[in-house]
């Protein structure tokens, strides 16, 4: 951290622009995603590519669709991590990728932005329209 940037704690600080990027992300790519899935296992798509795909599916007992569903979630949240914690690297010790909302660095932001996904207060709970990950994958 450069000294003249402030970290705060995650989620224990109000930051709205924090708080924008976790909205977006939770609404434009996880809750896409697990919505992506769902019509999958429901076969409501139309795309003759995933026609096969969800014929298969379709033959699938509803544990098995659940247990499709939980892989889908936890990749899903496991990428978004994963992204996160590379921004936050990058950031701390080479400063050469910044995503910027309202001006600001959002890995400054936070003391550690691959967590804010996480938790009571984290953005699965407050932004995805999904909630928390399933306790069990």
Known sequence: VRPDEERSSPMTDDHPSLDKFGRFLMEHFRDHAIDDVDTLLAAGWK????????????GFTEEQRAVV???LITCVDGAIHAFLFKLQERSDFEDDL???VDGKNVAILSDGIHGEPFGEEGWQARFSKHGQSPDQA
């Open 47 to 58: 795309a003759p590519g995933v026609q096969a795909l969800q014929t298969e599916l379709v």
């Open 69 to 71: 569903r939980r892989c």
């Open 98 to 100: 910044q995503v910027l």
